[in-house]
């Protein structure tokens, strides 16, 4: 099987597809979530002597770009995106019912909307998280125009990612990663299902700030759908249908 990097995009069916890796690759994974801390994991993992890092197989973890300079060559770098109101709905969600920190018991006892956790909620990952992460810019400042991040941002997902895969189209972009790494295990791949508010539950209001705080994602992920419907035509694996 091929060395695989899966740059793992929070909300985005991750949790479901590494099952999947895990599954093919057992002991020869690595996964950069460390007691809770993809920081700590990274870390961990650049310290490692390189011939310790060459017997991992497959990485997985949110990582940043920088990260990838440390992985042993030749790997095939995957990723997934998912349309920008579904996914901050999910990380609404999961902030508000499953998060531990003590930052999400106060909004909770604040009772703070969508809405709010969209428009000037803690989490920049509400907005333009996507671009931000592809970029390696969501937790450091940066100077550069939104233009810009987007533009870097789709050149990193041309340029580098062998596969982008849709958790709207998640079966068939599981099928299309077995065929492209060589995976010999075939596993029934499933969406967690989500906890909580449903875009189809939302007012014709909070889902126009969800798209305004998340112009850039938009962006990318129309990009990202162009891309996808390559690579699958590319491994033979035909049509396919994302529902709107």
């Given at each position: 099987m091929k060395r695989v990097v899966f740059f793992h995009i929070p909300k985005?069916?991750?949790?479901?597809?590494?099952?999947?890796l895990r599954e093919n690759y057992g002991e020869a994974?690595?996964?950069c979530d460390l007691n809770g801390s993809h920081h700590a994991g990274r870390e961990h993992f650049q310290a490692m002597p390189e011939?310790?890092?060459?017997?991992?197989?497959?990485?997985?973890?949110?990582?940043?770009?920088?990260?990838?300079?440390h992985v042993p060559r030749p790997y095939t770098l995957l990723t997934f995106l998912r349309h920008p109101v579904s996914r901050v709905v999910s990380l609404y969600n999961y902030f508000?019912?499953?998060?531990?920190?003590?930052?999400?018991?106060?909004?909770?006892?604040?009772?703070?909307g969508l809405r709010d956790y969209v428009t000037s909620g803690p989490e920049d990952e509400a907005r333009n998280g996507m671009v931000r992460r592809l970029t390696g810019t969501l937790y450091r400042p940066t100077s550069l125009s939104g233009e810009e991040l987007l533009r870097q941002a789709k050149d990193a997902l041309r340029k580098y990612f062998r596969f982008v895969g849709l958790q709207e189209n998640f079966d068939a972009s599981c099928r299309a990663v077995q065929k492209l790494c060589g995976l010999t295990k075939v596993v029934s791949c499933t969406v967690n299902p989500s906890r909580g508010r449903k875009p189809s539950d939302l007012k014709p209001a909070t889902v126009q700030a969800i798209r305004r705080a998340n112009v850039l994602d938009m962006e990318l992920c129309?990009?990202?759908l162009?891309?996808?419907?390559?690579?699958m035509h590319a491994l033979g694996l035909g049509e396919f249908a994302i529902p709107a």
């Open positions: 985005t069916a991750g949790s479901s597809f590494n099952r999947m994974l690595y996964s011939e310790e890092r060459f017997r991992f197989r497959c990485i997985t973890g949110h990582l940043v770009p920088e990260f990838l300079a508000m019912t499953v998060d531990q920190s003590p930052l999400r018991d106060s909004l909770r006892a604040s009772g703070v129309l990009y990202g162009k891309l996808h419907g390559r690579h």
